[in-house]
């Protein structure tokens, strides 16, 4: 018995092991599934975006439009798009792996909360640093909801809701006009195109540093204001005939969309796309992924969508 049990310890030994056989299936998950948990092709060289969120207003589905947003980058084959949801201690050389960032951030849960959640300052001071070393920035939508009393930020993204003096129209439906259709992002694209289920943010304390250079407006009316048409937000003894005609800014238009150079960086700033309905609509669409493309290389390459083109008008 002995020596059968050492002949086969023996065996164990000077017999080499043989390999294990990995098997294998030719399988790709839908795309769908490759979206998230994919990287893109680095092949393609696709300019890399980096979307900065993680808090925002109640009313802002902040975690679908960023989804949408991805999709709707990653679709072009432009873009490979990554979402952070904590740049509290972002830094410098996080930032310098994108070609640009585009701000989806608000500071407070309610606009009227006396505390709001804002970055370090190292943060604040790589996102500055990074831009006026040439990195591209977006300022998108509720990025204009805060920050009037961070005077940098103010500066960096061209201007800042105020209480007090600066309002959101009625939401709904309403005209942008493109008052510059020369610039790059612009350019091939109607004058006038409609965004849905949108803020106008109107009487913006603009910055006056800031130099930007306006590509699109929306008209404030006064008959907007309504109270058959505006609904229980905005009761009709707030905005008599007599208190309207005393708004500033009633019945004028208002800068919705910009661009500005912030050292060697550019800046392209959209008050538009208040959520995943407004984001359905191919002439935002269009001003959004142009825009992020001038904001990271200057140029436009991408063209303009069907519903945004320019037409004859006999």
């Known amino acids: 018995m002995k020596k059968l049990l050492a002949a086969a310890v023996a065996a164990c030994v000077v017999t080499p092991a043989i390999a294990q056989v990995i098997v294998t299936i ?24 980096l979307i900065i969120s993680g808090r925002n207003s109640y009313e802002h589905d902040w975690t679908g439009v960023n989804n949408m947003l991805r999709t709707m980058m990653q679709d072009t084959k432009r873009f490979d798009v990554r979402v952070t949801q904590d740049f509290d201690n972002g830094t410098l050389e996080t930032l310098k792996g994108y070609d640009v960032v585009l701000l989806n951030y608000s500071s407070r849960w309610n606009y009227a909360d006396p505390v709001q959640h804002v970055w370090s300052d190292s943060a604040f001071k790589a996102l500055y640093q990074y831009v006026r070393e040439g990195g591209g920035l977006v300022a998108y939508h509720s990025s204009f909801t805060w920050g009037r009393d961070i005077p940098e930020y103010k500066k960096l993204i ?43 943010y109107t009487n913006m304390a603009m910055d006056p540093e800031a130099k930007i250079h306006v590509l699109a407006t929306a008209h404030d009316s006064a008959a907007a204001y309504d109270p058959k048409l505006t609904g229980p937000k905005y009761p009709a003894a707030a905005y008599t005939p007599e208190k309207l005609k005393a708004m500033k800014g009633i019945d004028a238009d208002h800068p919705q969309v910009w661009t500005a150079d912030y050292g060697k960086g550019r800046v392209f700033s959209i008050t538009l796309g208040h959520d995943e309905v407004s984001l359905h609509f191919q002439p935002l669409q269009t001003l959004i992924l142009r825009g992020t493309e001038w904001a990271a290389t200057g140029k436009v390459t991408l063209p303009v969508l069907e519903e945004a083109k320019d037409y004859p008008v006999k």
């Open 158 to 200: 061209g201007a800042a809701m105020e209480p007090g003096s600066s309002r959101r129209a009625p939401p709904g439906a309403f005209p942008v006009h493109l008052v510059d259709r020369t610039h790059p992002i612009t350019a091939g694209m109607r004058e006038f195109v409609w965004t849905y289920n949108d803020d106008m």
């Open 26 to 49: 030719d399988y790709r998950p839908p795309e769908t599934v490759q979206r998230v948990a994919i990287p893109v092709n680095p092949a393609e060289n696709r300019l890399k975006v």
